[in-house]
């Protein structure tokens, strides 16, 4: 691994992390992005694939960017993405809590929350269309996806739960 892709991936991640409203797995359509389009780091098939490990590991979301580095690049690779990801985000978030904690009945605070739910929403429904990939006509995904969604909203069914349906499922060729 060269010290410039080393850097790319570190700043690029870095970037992501600075928008990931909503979540780390809405900023998935740019790392797709950078990982395959713009670098060639991994194929399109190897993107998803490394994507459904990292969501089916025991960790945080954020995770997901080390394992994708690491299917990049190796572990210096998993080190720059989640090394890129983790240090801003993490920076941010105890200031913007802290902040938060202390200005929370301030309107720039009430209006900031109003104005990125949409935002979060949006960044969401891009991961969902990124990851649905060529499955886009088999209405077999979209019943699963609808369905996932209400038993998400209205229940507290835990998601692995979910997951692991879905995989089996997979296997056992519904999709």
């Not at 105890?94 to 902040?99: D, E």
């Not at 309107?107 to 991961?127: E, H, R």
């Amino acid at each position: 691994m060269t010290p410039a892709l080393f850097a790319g991936l570190f700043f690029h991640f870095m970037l992501l992390s600075l928008i990931a409203i909503g979540g780390f797995m809405a900023t998935l359509p740019g790392m797709y992005s950078y990982l395959v389009d713009t670098a060639g780091l991994l194929t399109p098939e190897t993107f998803a694939k490394t994507v459904a490990f990292g969501q089916s590991l025991p960790s945080p979301n954020v995770l997901v960017a080390a394992v994708l580095g690491w299917a990049a690049a190796g572990p210096l690779g998993a080190l720059a993405t989640f090394g890129g990801t983790s240090i801003p985000f993490s920076l941010i978030a105890v200031l913007a809590g802290r902040y938060i904690r202390e200005h929370a009945s301030s309107v720039f605070v009430k209006s900031y929350k109003a104005g990125m739910a949409p935002v979060a929403v949006g960044l969401l429904f891009a991961t969902a269309y990124l990851l649905l990939g060529n499955q886009l006509d088999n209405w077999h995904v979209w019943a699963w996806a609808g369905a996932v969604t209400i038993i998400v909203w209205k229940t507290h069914i835990p998601l692995i739960l979910l997951i692991m349906i879905g995989g089996v499922m997979g296997l056992l060729g519904c999709f």
